[in-house]
């Protein structure tokens, strides 16, 4: 995911009611597959940011960031704003990330960077 590509679209603009908690959050671009695309009640190109490890099926990627899982327990239980959300995302073919992160296209974010996005 790209995770510094804010839209002006509000998330109720467009998600399902499952999202209805989120309604007010910003809705962020997660790259450019799914980026021509964006069609309303439709969760599966939907993506989230949070730091709740112990919501149900959350898939942790660092020290403080965890993606997805499910979206009406992380309703329950989190501040809508611990929550970022995302329509698309980045896609590489073989080899292509690696050689544009050798020229400086993409960076690594520390596994700490969750509470600075």
Same mark, same amino acid.
């Given at each position: 995911l790209v995770v510094n590509r804010p839209t002006p679209l509000r998330f109720g603009e467009l998600a399902a009611s499952a999202f209805a908690p989120f309604a007010n959050n910003p809705l962020f671009m997660g790259g450019e597959v799914g980026e021509t695309s964006v069609r309303p009640s439709e969760i599966a190109p939907w993506f989230w940011l949070h730091g709740f490890e112990t919501i149900p099926r959350a898939q942790r990627l660092s020290n403080a960031a965890v993606l997805g899982g499910d979206i009406e327990a992380l309703g329950q239980l989190v501040n809508p704003d611990a929550v970022r959300l %995302?329509?698309? $995302?980045? @896609?590489?073919?073989?080899?292509? %990330?690696?050689? @544009? $992160?050798?020229?400086?296209?993409?960076r690594r974010l520390p596994d700490d960077v969750w509470p600075l996005v």
């Open positions: %995302f329509w698309g $995302h980045t @896609q590489f073919g073989p080899g292509e %990330f690696e050689e @544009q $992160h050798k020229s400086n296209m993409w």
